[in-house]
């Protein structure tokens, strides 16, 4: 390389020093916790010691300073060695280490975001290359920046097909600003990796992908040094080979993988390497960045203006929620330059391709690759530069749920849009319905789960999840339905609407979405039989407004009827029943898909499973006739 600028001997020795001692305070925090993995971290120190004190641009007293450059380790395992770095650069004290994996301390075993140097949670392999991905798209696209996304990956977690989305991802956004090393030391956890030490395969593999792929000696400072000076025209994988356990003794072998040394070896080894470190008079001290990312204000993300949709029979009074999502995003847009939109190649059926065609330079297509959609996400949402939205099928979250925990654990503010819930798609069958997604996302702490049943609620949900912290769900519809709402109805997180209701009801329906209108049809075709049942909107199933459904609930005897779109399992009516089951005198009734269903119209499948008005007034009117029994 004609510009390469190779660093003088001191500067090397310094970074061989520096590795020295990564290893020794990985050694030492993992023996003080009795768990851990010294092995892993020993592998990646030259690795760690060239990025963090040769080649990376951040300031270390600000870890979350937006100019700086982002490094993620993908490799959770290894996380004494990043901790260790963070001492090295005297952000923490060297004797915190010690504290590692106690439950008051900071340094848990794998990174999580309360460390301020770490922006998202990794651990679960192969994610860290797609949070990556967002962070380096974010830089180069949104921030129009000069910071770098450093990502250090372990050759076990190539297995994950997660990982080549990633490379996919990167490859086809030529994200030049993008490093991926990988640590391929060979040995995995229960047995060695597919591919070993061939590293010519991984350099094959990573090409295909359409990336720059180096194979490099990892414990060699020269070689990383010069690998990550290079000018790069696209994304950069390093292929390190390295020893599993490198300047330990006789451990690079199965079986010592997430073990510590016991104390004795420990303090062997590590007189050891310390008879290593080789006296040198230079100090290494991180570039500082370049100041040119501009800041950003994510607060008081508000809509331009007020729906303006019309209730009743008026024209523009039906609208689909999916529909009515995609024209809230483009009109959320209008009012903030940060509000960014990603999609799995559905953008025409979640309506997403409305913020598209309005923001181009803001739409992130993700392809059929719905894991990495999620990973990108978060990293587009990190440092707080975007306000983050992510749509597809409600059914094709599942396929993402490893991620979407770890967004829970990355305290990661993505909101998620899934489209075509339930049975009431109709004719495209069961394999596009959407029917376990309340319950999964009901599973994730943190999570608010926003399920609209009109155009103007959808808006309002749209508003409110871009200003809630944590991961939002909204739960979509494909029928198109009656608006219910006026313009200037108010919605906020956690309170239900009671969109119907007489002084003698006789019970309290509680729908939502397609299932809401149906028992809004319920209760006119009962009020002609003298039936009078009060209806409810939770609007939110996470957090329920339980207070509202019990006091309500209590004006109808205690009788309560659920019903819900999705099947019976962690769904809308679990919620309710768990709202209740304290309460005296209360008895909830539950209708529900109860199997895996078929394709048919919409109409014809809710009347199967007896989640249309006939069901629930068949329901309602069994309550009459039985008083409190069912």
């Known amino acids: 390389m004609e510009d390469y600028h190779k660093p003088d001997q001191q500067t090397v020795q310094a970074l061989r020093n520096i590795a020295t001692r990564l290893r020794i305070n990985s050694i030492k925090a993992t023996t003080a916790a009795g768990s851990g993995h010294p092995t892993s971290c020993s ?98 696209f949104f921030d129009k920046a000069s910071y770098r996304v450093f990502c250090l990956l372990g050759d076990g977690e190539l297995s994950e097909g997660s990982v080549w989305e990633a490379m996919a991802f990167a490859s086809y956004y030529q994200l030049d600003n993008l490093v991926a090393i990988l640590d391929i030391n060979r040995l995995g956890q229960s047995d060695p990796t597919p591919l070993q030490h061939h590293v010519e395969k991984y350099q094959r593999r990573c090409e295909s992908f359409g990336w720059h792929a180096i194979i490099v000696d990892g414990h060699s400072v020269e070689e990383l040094c010069k690998v990550l000076s290079q000018p790069r025209h696209q994304p950069l994988a390093i292929i390190a080979k390295t020893i599993k356990g490198k300047g330990i003794p006789g451990i690079d072998k199965m079986g010592w993988h997430g073990k510590p040394l016991p104390k004795d070896m420990a303090e062997s080894v590590i007189k050891e390497l310390q008879n290593r470190i080789i006296s040198c008079n230079k100090r290494l001290y991180p570039a500082p960045p370049n100041e040119d990312t501009s800041p950003v204000s994510l607060r ?53 391709e409305l913020f598209k065609n309005e923001h181009p330079n803001r739409y992130v ?55 075509h819930c339930g049975v009431s798609i109709g004719e495209d069958g069961p394999s596009q319905m959407g029917l376990e997604d309340l319950a999964m996302f009901r599973a994730i702490p943190a999570a608010t789960v926003f399920y609209p049943s009109d155009g103007v609620s959808t808006e309002k949900a749209v ?114 029943c768990s709202a209740v089951v304290n309460e005296t005198g209360f008895t909830v009734h539950r209708l529900a898909v109860s199997q895996v269903p078929r394709s048919g119209k919409p109409h014809e499948l809710l ?22 029994t069912w």
């Open 300 to 352: 008081n993300i508000r809509m331009p203006s007020a729906p303006s949709y019309k209730p009743g029979d008026k024209v523009g009074s039906v609208i689909a929620t999916r529909k009515a999502y995609g024209i809230a995003l483009a009109k959320l847009g209008r009012y903030n330059e940060r509000v960014v939109v990603l999609d799995g190649d559905t953008k025409n059926s979640t309506f997403s």
């Open 365 to 419: 297509e993700c392809y059929i690759a719905e894991q990495n959609m999620v990973s990108v996400a978060i990293g587009c949402a990190v440092r707080d530069r975007n306000v983050v939205f992510a749509s597809t099928f409600a059914t094709f979250f599942t396929r993402a749920y490893d991620q979407l925990r770890m967004a829970a654990i990355s305290e990661s503010n993505i909101n998620l849009c899934g489209s």
């Open 463 to 576: 508003e409110l999840a871009a200003n809630t912290k944590g991961l939002c769900f909204i739960r979509t519809s494909r029928p198109e339905n009656n608006i219910i709402y006026n313009c200037n109805e108010d919605f906020h997180v956690g309170q239900a609407k009671v969109v119907y209701k007489t002084n003698d009801d006789y019970v309290t329906v509680v729908g939502a979405g397609v299932t809401l209108h149906e028992a809004l049809a319920a209760a006119e075709m009962l009020k002609k039989e003298r039936i009078n049942i009060r209806v409810i909107d939770p609007f939110t199933i996470k957090p329920l407004d339980s207070k509202t459904i019990i006091d309500n609930a209590r004006a109808t005897r205690g009788r309560i009827i659920t019903v819900e779109d999705h099947y019976y399992e962690g769904g809308l009516g679990e919620a309710v």
């Open 43 to 140: 592998s990646v120190a030259e690795i760690m010691s060239v990025l963090f004190f040769h080649s990376m641009k951040y300031r270390p007293e600000d870890p979350r300073n937006p100019n700086n450059d982002r490094f993620v380790l993908s490799k959770g395992h290894a996380a004494p060695v990043l901790y260790a770095v963070w001492a090295e650069t005297g952000y923490l004290k060297e004797n915190e280490l010690l504290n590692l994996r106690k439950v008051d301390s900071i340094l848990e075993g794998h990174p999580v975001p309360k460390q301020q140097f770490v922006d998202v949670a990794t651990g679960s392999l192969g994610q860290g290359l797609g949070a990556a991905c967002g962070m380096a798209y974010t830089g180069k």
């Open 607 to 628: 009347r199967i499973f007896g989640i249309d008005r006939d069901g629930i007034a068949q329901a309602a009117a069994g309550v009459t006739a039985a008083g409190t």
